[in-house]
């Protein structure tokens, strides 16, 4: 019974994925539409982080500065591992000042 159920809750979620995934080459979208889909995933993630950005400490300036730190960082191009060991080590820095 239990079985039926979870195949039964998960056909609906996984018709409504499969679907598009399907049929979108088939579908001729204009340039601009093309670019607001291509977009989406990175507007979803950013309205994701920001929040916890902000609230990572009690201390909301951590937060902004690391983030600063990143954004820096990644339009310098540096990977990503670079990216993010260079907001850290500026949390690390700020954390010292502040605590001195």
Known sequence: MV???????CLPTYISRMLPALFMDKIQVSGKVNIFLQLIPYTAMASLIFPAILYVD??????????????????????VIGVVLASVISCVIFYMFMLS
């Open 3 to 9: 079985l039926y159920c979870f195949f039964f809750f």
């Open 58 to 79: 009690k201390n909301m300036w951590i937060g902004i500065i690391a983030s600063v730190v990143a954004v820096i960082a990644a339009l310098k191009k540096l990977p």
